[in-house]
Protein backbone atom coordinates (compact mmCIF):
# COMPACT_ATOMS: atom_id res chain seq x y z
CA UNK A 1 0.00 0.00 0.00
CA UNK A 2 0.90 3.31 -0.50
CA UNK A 3 2.66 5.84 2.48
CA UNK A 4 3.22 9.60 2.82
CA UNK A 5 6.19 10.83 4.78
CA UNK A 6 6.17 14.44 5.43
CA UNK A 7 9.01 15.61 8.18
CA UNK A 8 9.63 17.61 10.78
CA UNK A 9 5.56 17.55 12.24
CA UNK A 10 6.80 21.30 13.98
CA UNK A 11 9.35 23.76 13.23
CA UNK A 12 10.22 27.09 15.00
CA UNK A 13 12.69 29.19 12.78
CA UNK A 14 13.89 32.44 13.42
CA UNK A 15 13.34 35.50 10.63
CA UNK A 16 16.44 34.86 7.89
CA UNK A 17 16.76 31.37 8.41
CA UNK A 18 17.25 28.46 5.91
CA UNK A 19 14.06 26.41 5.42
CA UNK A 20 14.24 22.77 4.31
CA UNK A 21 10.66 20.21 4.42
CA UNK A 22 10.76 16.63 3.06
CA UNK A 23 8.15 14.74 1.72
CA UNK A 24 8.24 11.28 0.58
CA UNK A 25 5.79 8.74 -0.90
CA UNK A 26 6.53 4.91 -0.97
CA UNK A 27 4.42 2.31 -2.86
CA UNK A 28 3.63 4.17 -6.04
CA UNK A 29 5.94 5.12 -8.97
CA UNK A 30 5.62 8.85 -11.01
CA UNK A 31 3.26 10.23 -8.73
CA UNK A 32 1.84 14.00 -9.12
CA UNK A 33 3.66 15.60 -6.02
CA UNK A 34 2.07 19.26 -4.34
CA UNK A 35 3.10 21.43 -1.48
CA UNK A 36 -0.01 23.13 -0.21
CA UNK A 37 -0.23 26.05 2.46
CA UNK A 38 -2.58 26.62 4.62
CA UNK A 39 -2.77 29.86 6.78
CA UNK A 40 -4.23 30.38 10.11
CA UNK A 41 -7.88 30.24 9.17
CA UNK A 42 -8.15 29.92 5.75
CA UNK A 43 -8.31 27.36 2.80
CA UNK A 44 -5.31 25.85 1.38
CA UNK A 45 -3.43 27.42 -0.71
CA UNK A 46 -1.34 25.49 -3.46
CA UNK A 47 2.15 26.04 -3.57
CA UNK A 48 3.83 24.01 -6.07
CA UNK A 49 3.18 21.47 -8.04
CA UNK A 50 4.99 18.05 -10.05
CA UNK A 51 3.95 15.67 -12.53
CA UNK A 52 7.50 14.09 -12.68
CA UNK A 53 11.15 14.80 -11.78
CA UNK A 54 12.95 18.23 -12.39
CA UNK A 55 9.09 19.29 -13.56
CA UNK A 56 7.82 21.89 -10.97
CA UNK A 57 5.42 24.40 -11.16
CA UNK A 58 4.63 26.93 -8.91
CA UNK A 59 1.21 28.67 -8.35
CA UNK A 60 2.21 31.75 -6.38
CA UNK A 61 5.02 34.12 -6.44
CA UNK A 62 6.81 33.58 -3.19
CA UNK A 63 9.34 33.42 -0.99
CA UNK A 64 9.77 29.55 -1.25
CA UNK A 65 10.77 27.26 -4.00
CA UNK A 66 10.43 23.45 -4.15
CA UNK A 67 12.47 20.54 -5.87
CA UNK A 68 12.37 16.95 -7.07
CA UNK A 69 15.41 15.01 -6.92
CA UNK A 70 13.95 12.09 -6.62
CA UNK A 71 10.90 10.06 -8.03
CA UNK A 72 9.29 10.17 -5.09
CA UNK A 73 10.69 12.68 -2.70
CA UNK A 74 9.56 16.47 -2.94
CA UNK A 75 11.60 18.94 -1.28
CA UNK A 76 10.11 22.65 0.18
CA UNK A 77 12.96 25.24 0.32
CA UNK A 78 13.80 28.54 1.37
CA UNK A 79 16.94 30.28 1.45
CA UNK A 80 15.44 33.42 3.72
CA UNK A 81 12.50 32.61 5.70
CA UNK A 82 9.98 35.42 5.89
CA UNK A 83 7.15 35.67 9.03
CA UNK A 84 4.56 35.76 6.30
CA UNK A 85 6.24 31.84 5.79
CA UNK A 86 4.49 30.71 8.58
CA UNK A 87 1.96 28.57 8.37
CA UNK A 88 0.69 24.69 8.22
CA UNK A 89 2.48 23.19 4.77
CA UNK A 90 0.44 19.87 3.43
CA UNK A 91 2.40 17.59 1.12
CA UNK A 92 0.18 15.65 -1.46
CA UNK A 93 0.65 13.21 -3.80
CA UNK A 94 -1.85 11.73 -6.77
CA UNK A 95 -1.46 9.49 -9.50
CA UNK A 96 -4.75 9.49 -12.03
CA UNK A 97 -7.57 9.72 -9.38
CA UNK A 98 -7.20 10.24 -5.65
CA UNK A 99 -5.20 12.42 -3.66
CA UNK A 100 -3.70 11.73 -0.32
CA UNK A 101 -2.00 13.71 2.15
CA UNK A 102 0.65 13.51 4.44
CA UNK A 103 0.24 15.16 8.39
CA UNK A 104 1.91 18.28 7.53
CA UNK A 105 4.23 20.45 9.10
CA UNK A 106 3.69 23.41 11.43
CA UNK A 107 5.80 26.63 10.83
CA UNK A 108 6.12 29.07 13.16
CA UNK A 109 8.49 31.92 11.98
CA UNK A 110 10.00 34.20 14.98
CA UNK B 1 -10.70 30.07 -13.36
CA UNK B 2 -11.84 27.81 -11.34
CA UNK B 3 -13.89 28.63 -8.04
CA UNK B 4 -14.71 26.63 -5.54
CA UNK B 5 -17.11 27.78 -2.62
CA UNK B 6 -18.33 25.92 0.63
CA UNK B 7 -21.70 26.95 2.64
CA UNK B 8 -21.75 27.07 5.31
CA UNK B 9 -18.98 28.24 6.99
CA UNK B 10 -19.64 26.72 10.13
CA UNK B 11 -22.12 24.43 11.64
CA UNK B 12 -23.38 23.47 14.89
CA UNK B 13 -25.61 20.41 15.34
CA UNK B 14 -26.90 18.38 18.11
CA UNK B 15 -25.82 14.54 17.98
CA UNK B 16 -27.87 12.28 16.15
CA UNK B 17 -29.08 15.25 13.49
CA UNK B 18 -29.08 14.29 9.86
CA UNK B 19 -26.95 16.79 7.82
CA UNK B 20 -25.55 18.52 4.31
CA UNK B 21 -22.34 20.31 3.42
CA UNK B 22 -22.24 22.33 0.50
CA UNK B 23 -19.96 22.37 -2.16
CA UNK B 24 -20.35 24.68 -4.96
CA UNK B 25 -17.78 25.44 -8.56
CA UNK B 26 -17.67 27.18 -11.16
CA UNK B 27 -16.58 24.96 -14.24
CA UNK B 28 -18.55 22.25 -14.78
CA UNK B 29 -15.42 20.44 -17.09
CA UNK B 30 -13.99 18.69 -13.82
CA UNK B 31 -11.62 15.67 -13.78
CA UNK B 32 -13.39 14.45 -10.19
CA UNK B 33 -14.54 15.66 -6.90
CA UNK B 34 -12.88 14.32 -3.74
CA UNK B 35 -14.37 15.29 0.29
CA UNK B 36 -11.86 15.51 2.82
CA UNK B 37 -11.99 15.75 6.37
CA UNK B 38 -9.50 17.78 8.70
CA UNK B 39 -8.76 17.26 12.37
CA UNK B 40 -7.64 20.30 14.26
CA UNK B 41 -3.68 20.72 13.39
CA UNK B 42 -3.60 17.28 11.31
CA UNK B 43 -3.66 16.53 7.46
CA UNK B 44 -6.32 15.76 5.19
CA UNK B 45 -8.31 12.33 5.49
CA UNK B 46 -9.90 11.51 2.03
CA UNK B 47 -13.44 10.80 2.80
CA UNK B 48 -15.24 10.10 -0.89
CA UNK B 49 -14.26 10.54 -4.58
CA UNK B 50 -16.73 11.05 -7.14
CA UNK B 51 -15.45 11.21 -11.25
CA UNK B 52 -17.00 12.79 -13.37
CA UNK B 53 -19.26 9.98 -14.42
CA UNK B 54 -20.36 9.38 -11.31
CA UNK B 55 -23.83 10.61 -9.57
CA UNK B 56 -23.06 9.74 -6.07
CA UNK B 57 -20.06 7.79 -3.67
CA UNK B 58 -21.46 6.34 -0.38
CA UNK B 59 -19.26 5.22 2.69
CA UNK B 60 -20.90 4.17 5.85
CA UNK B 61 -22.85 7.73 7.20
CA UNK B 62 -21.28 9.66 4.18
CA UNK B 63 -22.95 10.08 1.33
CA UNK B 64 -21.42 12.31 -1.70
CA UNK B 65 -23.39 13.28 -4.74
CA UNK B 66 -22.38 15.09 -7.93
CA UNK B 67 -24.43 17.30 -10.08
CA UNK B 68 -21.79 18.63 -12.92
CA UNK B 69 -24.56 20.95 -14.75
CA UNK B 70 -25.29 22.65 -11.95
CA UNK B 71 -21.75 23.07 -10.08
CA UNK B 72 -22.77 21.35 -6.87
CA UNK B 73 -21.65 18.56 -4.56
CA UNK B 74 -23.22 17.73 -1.22
CA UNK B 75 -21.86 15.64 1.56
CA UNK B 76 -24.75 13.75 3.73
CA UNK B 77 -23.98 12.96 7.11
CA UNK B 78 -26.23 10.57 8.53
CA UNK B 79 -26.67 10.34 12.41
CA UNK B 80 -24.54 12.97 13.25
CA UNK B 81 -21.83 11.63 16.33
CA UNK B 82 -19.75 13.92 18.06
CA UNK B 83 -16.58 12.29 16.51
CA UNK B 84 -17.30 13.39 13.02
CA UNK B 85 -16.80 17.15 14.21
CA UNK B 86 -14.08 18.04 12.09
CA UNK B 87 -13.61 20.64 9.01
CA UNK B 88 -14.46 19.12 6.30
CA UNK B 89 -13.53 20.20 2.36
CA UNK B 90 -13.80 19.71 -1.22
CA UNK B 91 -11.56 19.68 -3.93
CA UNK B 92 -12.28 19.48 -7.73
CA UNK B 93 -9.75 18.44 -10.57
CA UNK B 94 -9.61 19.28 -14.18
CA UNK B 95 -8.12 16.37 -15.16
CA UNK B 96 -5.98 13.61 -13.93
CA UNK B 97 -2.57 15.57 -13.40
CA UNK B 98 -4.10 18.41 -12.95
CA UNK B 99 -3.18 20.13 -9.44
CA UNK B 100 -6.39 20.03 -6.72
CA UNK B 101 -8.66 23.20 -6.46
CA UNK B 102 -9.94 23.77 -2.65
CA UNK B 103 -13.54 24.96 -1.13
CA UNK B 104 -12.39 26.77 2.43
CA UNK B 105 -14.11 24.18 4.12
CA UNK B 106 -17.02 23.98 6.62
CA UNK B 107 -16.12 23.53 10.00
CA UNK B 108 -18.78 20.70 11.94
CA UNK B 109 -19.65 20.69 15.54
CA UNK B 110 -21.55 18.09 16.86
CA UNK B 111 -22.49 18.47 20.20
CA UNK B 112 -22.92 15.89 22.62
Known amino acids: SQTIHQWPATLVQPVGSPLSLECTVE??????LYWYRQAAGRGLQLLFY??????ISSEVPQNLSASRPQDRQFILSSKKLLLSDSGFYLC?????????FGQGTRLTVV | KQEVTQIPAALSVPEGENLVLNCSFT??????LQWFRQDPGKGLTSLLL?????REQTSGRLNASLDKSSGRSTLYIAASQPGDSATYLCAVKRDSSYKLIFGSGTRLLVRP
Open chain 1, 27 to 32: GTSNPN
Open chain 2, 50 to 54: IQSSQ
Open chain 1, 92 to 100: AWSETVEAF
Open chain 2, 27 to 32: DSAIYN
Open chain 1, 50 to 55: SVGIGQ
